[in-house]
């Protein structure tokens, strides 16, 4: 029977499935014809550069994804070395070195990595910007053809791949940025808001790629990036896709083209917007995230370490490193550490979002070292603490608390209740408000020496713990 209409008040009304919310971890995997030069300018995140250098931050952008889109600007950093090390060779030409590195690529290892660490979802790049496929489309590209895509089917390979290893499966696909059909360059967010694709091409090329990635592998989520072209088709398209099963669920990226889009047009009212964005980021405690759109199920700041996003089901998106496509030219000091990488996770568990942490493996599908090891870090964190995170949400009932860089926070799980202590116990610890708690114990081993003081739980921590980066306790409330 079907439940949702094509309109906006039907699908607002869909529920975030639980197991989204009890998975906590997913990934991203952003691969494609960029990860052949993998270059971006290296040493700052996306977010400090929007803030920092808001008229020219995606001219500068450190996601190598965004390479063709740099490669545009002769004066820029991405143009200097594409120079120095491919000539006058057009992005185009990456193409032949991607598809001939599949000849020996399987999804198998990646979903195996992926399974391993503890992840319970897994989002590919589809389509990214610069509009190739990673799955032979029957639709051919306006600008560049009907070959403008893999020969090999890799969204489906890597769906069953990721099925069989009982992985959620969802799609990442750009419908908000296409430089095939809006080839002009790109310096920063307001130029970014006035390229979303418009007219009938763009309508016709979105609508008829996700219905063929929806039919081809029944995806769970449909993880949509800037924006989308025309409203009619977007209602219809939700509306079949949430009616088909209920247990699916779409991000918070498929926003409307609106008059703020059009006024970006006039060069003041871009600068003024990226002014604005630029103020916002320098503000303590603002998530950089998407307008929010009519329908969404959950919100995807970017970069951002939220403290909470109220009751709306919301996920961190970056990359283990600053950029989400493979950045050869990146060094050490860009990575997360392992520690700081399950630091990082628990304060978004601990508010209640999830993490959905991107790897950016190399032309031939390969993930480099500097990634995979902070996330076996994460894994092995996982495979011994799982029991307070999968599942979990956070407990109203106790304050979180926070004794230096360190951080309390109390959540709920199968029917127990944690903490997730996100950076190291100093030997003695106050928790104010805790004075009602009747013991801690480190999780899975022996109870903490306590004692209440009026409203505040007073706790002994053992030497063997305060060295500790991150742990859980167990609290017997």
């Not at 076996?376 to 304050?399: C, E, N, T, V």
């Amino acid at each position: 029977m079907t439940r949702y209409r094509p309109d906006p008040e039907s699908l607002a009304a869909h529920s975030v499935p639980s197991w989204w919310r009890d998975a906590k971890l997913g990934v991203m995997i952003t691969w494609g014809l960029y990860s052949v030069p993998a270059f971006a300018p290296r040493g700052t995140d996306v977010v400090k550069l929007l803030a920092d250098r808001p008229d020219d931050a995606l001219k500068l952008t450190p996601y190598a994804e965004w390479y063709e889109n740099s490669l545009k600007f002769a004066d820029g950093p991405t143009a200097l070395q594409h120079r120095q090390r491919f000539g006058e060779a057009p992005y185009t030409d990456f193409r032949a070195t991607f598809e001939a590195g599949l000849a020996t690529w399987s999804a198998d290892p990646m979903m195996d990595f992926i399974a391993g660490i503890g992840a319970r979802y897994v989002v590919p790049v589809t389509k990214h910007h610069d509009s190739y496929c990673l799955w032979p489309t029957r639709f051919a590209n306006p600008m560049r053809g009907a070959q403008w895509h893999a020969p090999r089917d890799l969204v489906v390979e890597m769906a069953v791949a990721a099925r069989a290893r009982n992985l959620h499966f969802g799609v990442y696909y750009s419908a908000g940025l296409d430089w095939t059909l809006n080839p002009e360059p790109i310096a920063n967010l307001g130029e970014m808001r006035a390229a979303l694709p418009a007219g009938p091409v763009a309508r016709q090329m979105m609508r008829d790629h996700y219905r063929e990635l929806i039919a081809a592998t029944d995806p769970d989520i449909l993880w949509n990036d800037i924006g989308y072209p025309d409203a009619g088709d977007l209602w219809e398209l939700l509306a079949e896709y949430y009616n088909a099963r209920e247990d699916r669920l779409i991000n918070d990226r498929f926003q409307l083209p609106t008059p703020t889009h059009a006024a970006m047009a006039d060069p003041a009212a871009r600068a003024a917007f990226n002014r604005a964005i630029a103020d916002a980021l320098r503000t303590p405690g603002f998530a950089f995230a998407p307008d929010m759109p009519a329908v969404f199920d959950h919100r995807t700041p970017e970069y951002a370490t939220s403290g909470g996003m109220g009751d709306v089901a919301w996920e961190t998106v970056r990359g283990v490193g600053h950029s989400f496509g493979y950045k050869a030219n990146e060094i050490a000091a860009d990575f997360l550490s392992g520690k700081a990488l399950v630091d990082m996770f628990l304060r978004i568990v601990g508010n209640g979002g999830n993490l959905l942490i991107n790897i950016g493996p190399r032309a031939d599908g390969s993930i480099p070292e500097e990634q995979t090891g902070p996330l076996r870090h994460l894994g092995d964190f996982l495979k011994h603490h799982g029991r307070a995170i999968y599942g979990s949400r956070p407990w109203a009932g106790l304050p979180q608390v926070g004794s230096g860089d360190t951080l309390l926070l109390p959540v709920g799980a199968g029917g127990a209740h944690f903490a997730l202590v996100a950076g190291p116990l100093p030997p003695t610890l106050r928790l104010t408000g805790w004075g009602r708690v009747a013991g801690l114990s480190l999780f899975g081993g022996p109870a903490l020496d306590c004692r209440s003081d009026v409203d505040d739980l007073v706790v002994e921590v053992p030497p063997a713990l305060t060295g500790a980066s991150a742990s859980v306790l167990e609290i017997a409330a």
